[in-house]
């Protein structure tokens, strides 16, 4: 069953110009609150659970927690088709699940403005694998951006809901864990402002009514709007060329920015806010200039394969690990391997003290607590041998349920 999170109190004053400290999370929900949202759904799930939570603290956005992704992505659907700007956020395997309604949506187009918010979990801390999506954007054909801190999670949302109306398309705004939940400085520079006009919804039969006479002529729109976008992606302020010196040149983006720029401080950078589709010019362009191109990036070798497509030579997971969560440690390692570094380390590392291990919990309060005790109970959990035996008993119960 739907459920509306009634307001507990705001965690943000609707006035301009301030300095707030807030995870890249919080600076989502703020950023499309100012956007203009009416409508947030989600499905709770780590690393995406505190986009909805901050959203809730607002009385004049309807936020929900929905009873799965799929419905939460219908949910936001439908107030996109009536015509006001909407908000759906999951964890990366929850895009799975509302991958049919997603699929869908960039087919039909919108009418209000549409974000989707898919934070990835590398190093799978709280999920069941290690998914990278990516792939949705270039599966979908709808643009995909990346923030590389909370700042750029607070503006960038601005740019989804306007990239979404002026498209015709979702957008899929891709975080990371590490975005997600650290915490920094965000100048907040603008105040909630409504779309213009009053929202309702058209019928247009053609458009959201998908009959396959109706997506076959669908189809060359969402190709021609893939070409629109990439046009856009050439010349647009999300994308960002840093000069430095010419002998490395560093295509990344978000968290793996951030790593790259710590490891190598004195490389020329083009960092990517938008990263699907990708700009071919500018990116032989910046290739051109430099001695040596590398990709920097968590995960799949997805901006370097496609990068490749475009015929410019570019290396990176030959040296980069496509498994678990980049650090710096990580790729100085790999770039003293791949020669890209020379000479003794510049950076100063602290080694912290290690804490100790905690496995994932319930949430305090969770309503879920108690079953699972009684059941454990009566299960295998709790069945120990007796003290004169230690041979494990054969169990009772096999318990299974849904991770969320």
Not at 29 to 56: D, N, Q, R
Not at 162 to 176: A, K, N
Request: charged share 20%; glycine share 6%.
């Amino acid at each position: 069953m739907l459920r509306r999170i009634s307001p507990i109190g705001k965690l943000w004053y609707n006035v301009p110009n301030m300095l707030k400290l807030l995870s890249g999370n919080e600076a989502l929900a703020l950023g499309a609150y100012h956007a203009g949202i009416k409508v947030a759904t989600a499905y709770p799930g780590t690393p995406s659970t505190e986009v909805l939570e901050s959203i809730a603290h607002f009385d004049d956005v309807y936020a929900e927690w929905s009873t799965n992704e799929k419905v939460a992505m219908e949910v936001a659907l439908g107030a996109v088709y009536a015509g006001v700007r909407a908000m759906v956020s999951m964890k990366q395997v929850g895009l799975n699940v509302a991958s049919d309604p997603f699929m869908a949506a960039s087919t039909t187009g919108i009418n209000g403005g549409l974000a989707v918010i898919s934070a990835d979990d590398p190093g799978a801390h709280s999920s069941q694998g290690e998914q990278d999506n990516r792939h949705y954007a270039k599966l979908a054909k709808v643009p995909m951006l990346e923030p590389s801190d909370s700042q750029e999670a607070y503006d960038f949302m601005a740019h989804a809901f306007e990239l979404s109306e002026r498209f015709d398309t979702p957008v899929l705004v891709r975080t990371t864990t590490r975005i997600s939940h650290s915490k920094s400085v965000v100048k907040i520079d603008r105040s909630r402002k409504m779309p213009a006009g009053l929202p309702a919804f058209r019928h247009e039969t053609a458009k959201y009514v998908m009959l396959p006479v109706h997506a076959r002529l669908r189809h060359p729109l969402m190709e021609e709007r893939l070409v629109r976008l990439a046009t856009y992606a050439e010349t647009s302020p999300l994308n960002q060329v840093v000069w430095g010196e010419r002998q490395l040149g560093i295509v990344t983006s978000g968290i793996a920015y951030q790593y790259a720029l710590e490891v190598f401080p004195k490389a020329s950078f083009l960092k990517l806010g938008m990263t699907y589709p990708l700009p071919r010019n500018l990116l032989h362009h910046f290739a051109s200039q430099v001695s040596h191109l590398i990709v920097i990036e968590e995960l799949d070798p997805f901006l370097q394969e496609n990068i490749q497509a475009m015929g410019i030579k570019v290396t990176g997971k030959e040296f980069i690990p496509r498994l678990g969560e980049l650090n710096p440690d990580i790729i100085e390692e790999a770039g003293r391997q791949a020669g890209w570094l020379t000479g003794a380390s510049s950076r100063k590392i602290e080694i912290a003290p290690e804490l100790p291990k905690r496995p994932p919990l319930l949430c305090p309060g969770c309503p879920h607590t108690g079953l699972f005790f009684v059941l454990s109970s009566i299960g295998q959990q709790a069945k120990f041998a007796k003290a004169t035996d230690k041979t494990p008993n054969e169990a009772k119960l096999i318990i299974t349920s849904v991770i969320g």
